[in-house]
C-alpha cells in the first residue's frame, strides 16, 4: 500500500505554476485523439501535434481532446498557451495527487476527479486522476493512462444515440462524468461482494488472517472515500457555478449524477459501518474461542486433579494404612470413587452449561 | 443479506436516460388502477392501457394512477411521453436502488422513498420503492409489488371519509407519504420488541449465538436509517418548494408528516445506542464467563497441588523417612493435615469472594 | 423498559387527523379546573363542562384551563371547535407519544414537551406529556396525569406573588414551562447521586452486578435526553416566533429557560461521558480481577509442579537409586531443596510484583 | 467530586426572578471595593453600604465595584434596584451553577463566567463563578470570595500602568476577562505535568491505581470543557453586541481573548484526547501482564507435567518392569532424558520469543 | 514530550500587550536580512539596526524583511512603532504557542502560523512559530531559528524567475505561506513511511514496544493537526478578505495554497484513521497470542494429567491389584493406553484446528 506516500514534496521549493510531474509514469507513450462534432458532423482522429486542435478550440462545433497520459511536461505547457490556461492549472494537470476540485475561471473550468479500477487479483482499488477543461466550445479530458470507461461514450457519440450530439460541451463534460461516477458502482459491488465473503467466513469459521482482511477492507474504504467524498462539492459546485459554461437543460443532468454520488458515499458509509461492525465480531470470537479453550482446560485439570491426589494417597508409604490390605478396596472401593467423582464432575459441568 | 450490492453497475456506460429495469422483479405482471374523485364525482378502475388515462391529467378532478410492479420499460415510456416527463425521472422510475429524493420540475414534481415491511420469519426488513409524481391534477404512484399500506387511503376516497376528496393532489400526495410514513413506526415496534427480548436474554443466560443476533440489528439499524434519514430532507425540501403544486392548507400537514420522520429517525437513533449498548453486556458478559472458568481452575488446582505434593513426600521411597512409621501418621497426622489444609484455603477463597 | 414502544402504529392507515388516544391511560377520570385573573380579579373552579369555557377566551382576563387525562376523545374534540384548534394538535394532544415540539398557528401556539418524574423504588425515570395551548386570552394546559409541578403556579396566582398577575398569557405559558424545566434539575440531582454511589462502589468492590446498573443508567440517560434535546430548540422557536402572541418582556423570561435547558443538556452530556467512563473501569477492573486470579495460579503452579516432580522422582522404584539410601537425605536434603526452591519461587514474584 | 450536583432544585416551585442563594457559602462575609477613576483622578475604598455607590454611575469617571462573597440576598437586591437590573440577572447573581453566558440588556451587560483555581493538595481543578456587570460608567464584579487574579490589575490602576486608566469601562470588563482567561493557562500547566508524569509512569511500571488516576484526569478534563466551551460564545457574543458599550478599541483587545479562549480549549481537546489514549495504553499493558503471568504459567505446566508423569512411571509397581533393574536407568537413562527434554522446551520457548 | 506546557502562564496578571518573550529560546542572536525588489531593481543586504529598514516602507518598491529569533524585545517594541503595529500584534510575535491566525487590521494585515520540521533521529515532528505582517509595500516574516524553507524563494526573486519579481507584496506573503505549506508534505511522507514501517511489523511480527510507537505516532497526529488545522480558515481568511492589500491575481494563488492544505488536513486525518486501525490490530494480536499461549497450556495438561493419573494408579500400594502381576501389563497394556491416549487427543485437538 503505497498509499501513504504523496510524493507531492518533490516540488517543495520550486515557484508555485512551475510545471513538474509528480506521480507514477503509467503509460508509456502520450496518445491524443480529436472528436468533433455537432448534430450534423461528426469527426474523429489522433492526432500527433496538439497544435492541430487550438484552431477548432474558437468554432461552434463541440471539440473534445482527450489525452492519455501526463507526464509530458512539454504537451502541456503547450496546451496551456494554446489554450489560455492559468499555470495553475498546468500544475495541478501535471499532479496525480490531486483532491477532486473544481475552478471556475470565467472562461473556462477545471475540473479533477478520480477514476477507480478494481485489481482483481491483488483484491485492491486502483485509482487514476482525470482532469476536465471545460471550455466554452471545446472539453479537454486528461487521464493518466488509456481506459475504457469514455468508450460508451465515444460510441454515442460516433452513431449519434441519445440526446449527446444535440447539447453541447456542456452535456460532453457532464456525459464524462456520469460515465465515472457510475463505474464507481462496479467498484461498490465487488467490494460488496467481498465484504459478504468474510462475513459468512467470519460467521462459519474465524481465524486470524481474517484481522487482516478486514483491516485492508477497512483501509480501502478510507480510500474510497477520501476519492468520492470530495466530488460532491464538486458536483455541488459546478451546478451552483454562476459562469455561463452549464446551461439550465445541462444542470437537470448535473443533480442526477450528484444524486448517485451521494449514493456512492451513502454505500462506502455503510460498508465502513459493516467492517467495523465485523472487527467487533471477530475480536469477540477470539474472546468465545479463547473461553472454549479455558473450559476444556478447566475441565481435564478439575476431573483429573483429585483423582491424582487420591491414586498419590494409595501410593504413599505409610506403614499403617489399613485400606491397602482389603481385598476389595482397588477394584470396588478405589474404581468406584473414581467412577463417582467423574459422573459428578460431569453433571456439575453439563449444568455450568460447560458441555 | 443481499444488501450490499445495488446492481446499478448493470447500466455503467449507457447514455443518461436509457430505459433499464434495475432491481429484483418482485411482481409477474403490471397492475394499474385509476381512481379519479372530486368533492361530488368518484371514479375507481383497472386499467390495461395507459394511453386511457392521458387526458385526464389535464381535467380538474383528481386523478390518481397507481401502477403495482416497475420492470415494464414500454409502459414507463409510455407514460413518460404522456405525461411529459423528463427521462432523468423515468431511468430513476425503473431503478429500485435509489435513494429517497425530492425533485422540482415547475409542472410536476418527482419523489422517491422506502416502503418498509417486516419478514416475520426471516426476521428481516424488507423495503421496496415507491415512487410519486405530483402534477397539477393527477398523481402518480408507483410500487414494486401490490401492498395494502395505501387499501386505507382508497377506503377513506370511496366513502370520502376525512376530508380527501375535498382537497387537491397535493393532500392526496400527502396522504401516501403520511401513510407509508405511519407504517414505519409498526416496523419500529416489532423491532423494539426483538430488542427487549435479547435484552432480557443478555442479563439471565447470554450465549454466543447472541453475538450474531445483534450483529443483524446493528445491520438492520443501519438499513433502515439509510432508508428514513433522507426523506427528511425530502419532506422539507417539499415544504419549501416554491411550485404551487403544494398549497397552504397542505403544507401544515407536511408539516406534521416532517415531525413524525423526525421521530421515526429519533427511535432509530435511540435503538442504535442500545443496540451498541447490547454489544458492550455481551462482551462483558464473555470475559465474566471466562472469570468464572478461571475461578474454578484456579480454586481446584491451589487447593489440589499442595495435597497432591503432600501425598507425593510420603510416595517417596527414601530408606529413613521415620514419619512412616508412626502408628497416627497416616490416618491422623496426614488426613489432618489435609482437612487443614482445604478448610484454610476454603475460608481463603471465600474471603476473595471467589466461592 | 417499555420505552421501546411507541404504539404509534395503532393509528396506521386512520386518516390524519383522526382522534384515537395513544399511550397508557394513565388517570381514571379527567378534570378540568380553570382559573381566571387579571391584576385586580381572581376566580378558580372546578368545571364539568368544557363549553362553560368558550367565552371566557374573548374576554380580556388570563383564562388557565388545565386539563388532567387526555384520554377522553370527545373532550378533545369539544375543545377542538370551541377554540378553533387545527385538526392536526388535537390529534398531537392525544397522542403522548409527540417529540416535544413548537408550532405556530398564527391565532395561538401549540407547545408539546415533557414533565419528568423519578420513580425511588424502581430507581427510574419517569415521563408525561404536557400540552400548552397558547392564545391571546387563554392558556390551555393538557396533562396525562394530575401532577403537583404546577401547584406553585396556582399559588402565586391565587396571592398575587411576584408579578404573575400584572403580566398575560404568554408569561402563564412561561410559568409553566419554566416550572417543568426546573423541575428537571431534580431528577438530575437524584441520578447524580447514584452515579456518585455506583462510582464509589466502583472503586472499593466492583462486582457483575454493576454491569447491569451502568446499563440502565446509559440508557435513562439516552432516554432524558431523547425527552430534553428538541426542548431547546422548542424554546428557542417560541423566542423567535414572528406572532404577537410572545411580548418583548417576556422574551427575556424565554431566554433564561433557554439558559436552564441548555444547562440540563449540559448536565446530561456530561453524565453520559461519567456513565461511558465507568464501563471502561468496570471492564478494566474485571480483566485486572482476572490478573489477579491467574496470578494465584500461576503462583501455586509454578511452586508445586516442580516440588510434585521432586518427590515423583524419588517415589520411583529403580534399583539403582543411592541416594535413598543416604541418612540426611530425607531430612535435611529433600526438605532444604524445598524450602530454597520456595525461597527462590517467592522472591522471583516478590520482584515480579505478583505478590 | 461533588460536581454532579447543581443544587439547583432548591428553587423549583419559586416565582421566576426570586432571589434565592444557590451553592456553597465560601466566605463569611461580604466585601465591597471601590475603585473610582479616570486619566487623572483615582480613588480607592472599601465600602460597608452599597448605597455609597449609587451616585457614582452616572458621573463620567470608571467606577468599579468588586463584591466578594453571593450569599448576602438583601445587598443584591438593593443593587439590583440602585442600578436598575432585570430581576432574572440578580436571580442568577446569586445562583453559583450558571454556565458561562453573556446577555445585552441595552443599558448593560450581563456576563458570567468561571473562575478556576487548582487544589494542589487533592489534585483537583477548583471552580468559582465571576458575574460582571458592565454599565455605560460602572462595572460591577462579583466574586464568590476573594481572589487575587485581580490584583494585577488593581495595582495597574494604581499605578497608571498600560492603557487602563485611559479607557473606559469595557477596556476594565476586558481586563478582568483577560486576567481570568489567563489564569487558565496555568492550571493547564498544572494538568499537563500531571499527564506527563502518568504517561512516564505508564511506560515504565503501570498498576492498579493509575486506571483512577487517568479518570479523574478524564472527568476534570469534562469539567474543565464545560467551564471553557460557552465562554467562547460569550466573547464572541460580546464582540458582536449592538449596544454601544464596547468602543471599537476595545474589540480588537476582546478579540485577543478570544483567542486565547480558543488555545484553552483546543488544548483541553488535545489532553482529552492524550487521555483517552492514556486509558487504550493502560488496558493493553493489563493484557500484555496476563501474557506474561499466563507464559509463566504455561512454561513450568509444559517442563514438568511430562518429567512428572515420566517419574509416574518408574514409580509404578508392575512387577515386569526392566528398565527398574537396568545399572544406569536412573542415574544416566531418567537424567538424561530429564536434561533433553527440558533443553528442548527451552529452545521451543526460544524460538517461540516467550522467554 | 515536553509539547503539554505552554508557558503562558508566565504572562498571567501583567496588562494585556505587555512585551515578554514566551516560549524556548532557540536561537542566539537575532538576524535581519532585506530584501527590497521590484521588476526592475534587486537590492539584499544584512541590516544590524531595525531603523534602516523603516523609510522603506512608503516607497514602491516590495520591501521584504526577514528576522531570525524572536527573543529580543527591544527589536519587537522597535518594530512596532517603526511600523505602527497594535500592542497585541506584538505581544502575538513574541509568544510562540500561538495558534494559527489571521488578522486584518486596515493598513496590514497579520498572519501566525507553523513551520514544521522532522527530527530524524528523535523520530519527532519539531514546530516552529511564523509570524508575517503584510502591509501595502512590505513583508516582515519573523520566524524562531534560520530555516532554509524560505531560501527558494529568495533565490526566486534574485534571479527573478516565475512571476514574482512582477508582482507586489501579497504575492510575496503567498509565497512564503505556499513554502511553508509544500514543506507539509514532506514532514507527512516522512510519516507516512514510518506508518507503513509499523503496520509491515504488526503483520510479521507484532510486540510489546509497537504499542509505544503507536502511542507516539498517534500524539504526533494530534499535534500536526493542532498546528495545520486553523491554517485553514487563515488562508480564507486571507481570500475573503476585505482589505486591499490582497489583489485578484494572488487570490487565485491563495486558493491554490488553501487546496494544499485542505489536501495536507485530509492526509492527516487518513493516517489517524490507519494509526487507530493499526492499535485495533496490535490489541487483538495480543489476544491471539494470548490464545496461542492457553492452547499450549491446555494441550500439555490435557495429555499429561490423564497419563499421570494412570500412571499414579498403578503406582499405588493396594495389595491386591491383580494387573500388576500380569506379564504384558507394562510393556504392552501400559505404554498401549498410553500411545492410544496421545494419539486420541492429537487427533482431537487436529479437529479442534489447535494444532
Request: glycine residues 8%; aromatic residues 10%; contains cysteine.
Amino acid at each position: 500500500m503505497a498509499r501513504t506516500n504523496h510524493r507531492h514534496s518533490r516540488k517543495a521549493g520550486l515557484p508555485p505554476g512551475t510545471l513538474v510531474h509528480i506521480g507514477e509514469k503509467k503509460t508509456e507513450s502520450v496518445r491524443i485523439t480529436l472528436i468533433n462534432y455537432d448534430a450534423e458532423r461528426f469527426e474523429e482522429k489522433k492526432i500527433d501535434r496538439i497544435e492541430q486542435c487550438f484552431d477548432l478550440k474558437d468554432t461552434s462545433t463541440v471539440t473534445w481532446i482527450n489525452i492519455d497520459g501526463l507526464h509530458d511536461v512539454g504537451l502541456i505547457e503547450k496546451i496551456g498557451s494554446g489554450f489560455g490556461l492559468h499555470p495553475l492549472v498546468l500544475e495541478d494537470l501535471l499532479n496525480s495527487g490531486q483532491r477532486p476540485k473544481f475552478e471556475d475561471f470565467e472562461s473556462y473550468a477545471f475540473i479533477v476527479f478520480k477514476m477507480l479500477g478494481y485489481d482483481e487479483k491483488k483484491k485492491d482499488v486502483l485509482s487514476e486522476q482525470v482532469s476536465l477543461i471545460l471550455g466554452r466550445n471545446f472539453v479537454l479530458s486528461i487521464q493518466e493512462q488509456p481506459g475504457d470507461v469514455f468508450d460508451g461514450i465515444r460510441e454515442r457519440i460516433r452513431n449519434a444515440k441519445g440526446r449527446i450530439r444535440k447539447m453541447g460541451c456542456d452535456y460532453l463534460a457532464y456525459a464524462l462524468l456520469d460515465a465515472v461516477v457510475d463505474s464507481y458502482f462496479g467498484i461498490l459491488e465487488k467490494i460488496g461482494d467481498r465484504i459478504e465473503i468474510i462475513e459468512e467466513k467470519l460467521v462459519s469459521k474465524p481465524d486470524e488472517k481474517m484481522l487482516h482482511e478486514i483491516h485492508n477492507l477497512k483501509s480501502e474504504m478510507l480510500y474510497l472515500r477520501k476519492s468520492v467524498w470530495p466530488l460532491r462539492e464538486v458536483i455541488s459546485g459546478l451546478t451552483r457555478a454562476e459562469s455561463e459554461l452549464i446551461t439550465d437543460a445541462t444542470g437537470i443532468y448535473l443533480r442526477d449524477v450528484y444524486d448517485h454520488t451521494v449514493q456512492v458515499i451513502d454505500t462506502i458509509e455503510s460498508y465502513r459501518d459493516m467492517v467495523s461492525g465485523m472487527l467487533d465480531i471477530y475480536l469477540s470470537s477470539v474472546s468465545n474461542r479463547m473461553n472454549a479453550v479455558m473450559k476444556v482446560l478447566t475441565i481435564i485439570a478439575t476431573i483429573f486433579m483429585p483423582l491424582g491426589f487420591f491414586a498419590g494417597v494409595y501410593g504413599m508409604n505409610f506403614e499403617y494404612m489399613p485400606e491397602l490390605k482389603w481385598r476389595w478396596a482397588y477394584p470396588v472401593g478405589f474404581w468406584g470413587v473414581i467412577v463417582i467423582v467423574v459422573l459428578g464432575m460431569l453433571i456439575y459441568f453439563k449444568r455450568k452449561k460447560w458441555l
